[in-house]
């Protein structure tokens, strides 16, 4: 992979500083409401005069923050991928057992691949995309941090060898959120009325971890389940 040159950055303008106080302010904005509008409409159908248009600035307002409309949508990502990932650092330290912090912290990535569209549909197109430095700047700033947490945390569990463990927790929820749109019988059983977070961790836990499953008694789960580990809210209107 090619190196990047000294003091590049894939999203930042070259040569303009943090903003800040009203420019910071604007950044945020324009993150925010980009965010919403790329996964309403796609990248492709997003054109900088809508972004502006939506955000009340001008086009070039845009440029003075990022350097195209591909920056901005890489901010857009790293914003919304930082602040998930934290909620599973979060999670986890809320157990007291080892079973119980790796049971919160799958509970804590289910809860935002379900509840926050914007992670699974950012993400897709970045795997779809190729872009090994932005791949690579995504999981370091991002993905590492929870990941390397929870497979720490698989590592001293009883399901050994689990090299993979983390990475597996992860496929197999992303997939399974993304796969409910088929509608098959079992997955309309787990996602369809009830607490579907919950279904998909226990799932989860038993498909992957069934030594780490079996340690936590049916009491334990009902503890567990009702610790919020997710605050959903409605995406705010692009006017707001």
């Not at 910071?24 to 509008?37: A, F, P, V």
Request: hydrophobic content about 40%; charged content about 25%.
């Amino acid at each position: 992979m090619a190196k990047k040159a000294p003091g590049s950055d894939p999203v930042k303008r070259p040569g303009k500083r943090a903003a800040r106080g009203k420019g910071h302010e604007t950044e945020e904005r324009l993150n925010h409401i980009s965010t919403g509008l790329f996964v309403q409409v796609g990248f492709d159908k997003v054109s900088t005069r809508m972004i502006a248009e939506a955000c009340d600035v001008t086009v070039m307002t845009i440029y003075l923050y990022f350097k195209d409309k591909r920056a901005l949508y890489i901010r857009c990502c790293l914003t919304a991928f930082r602040k998930n990932s934290d909620r599973a650092l979060k999670a986890a330290n809320r157990g007291t057992t080892l079973p119980e912090r790796i049971y919160l912290a799958i509970r804590s990535i289910a809860a935002v691949l379900i509840g926050d569209p914007h992670i699974a549909m950012l993400f897709q197109r970045e795997l779809a995309a190729s872009d090994l430095e932005v791949l690579d700047m995504l999981d370091r700033e991002t993905f590492r941090a929870p990941l390397d947490m929870l497979q720490g945390l698989v590592d001293q569990s009883p399901d050994q060898p689990a090299p993979l463990g983390a990475i597996s927790i992860y496929s197999l929820l992303f997939g399974l959120v993304q796969y409910r749109q088929l509608r098959t019988p079992v997955l309309d059983d787990m996602f369809g009325a009830g607490n579907s977070i919950n279904r998909l961790s226990h799932h989860t836990i038993g498909t992957i971890l069934p030594r780490t499953a079996a340690l936590l008694e049916p009491e334990d789960y009902k503890r567990l389940d009702g610790i919020k580990v997710w605050r959903s809210r409605r995406m705010r209107h692009l006017s707001d």
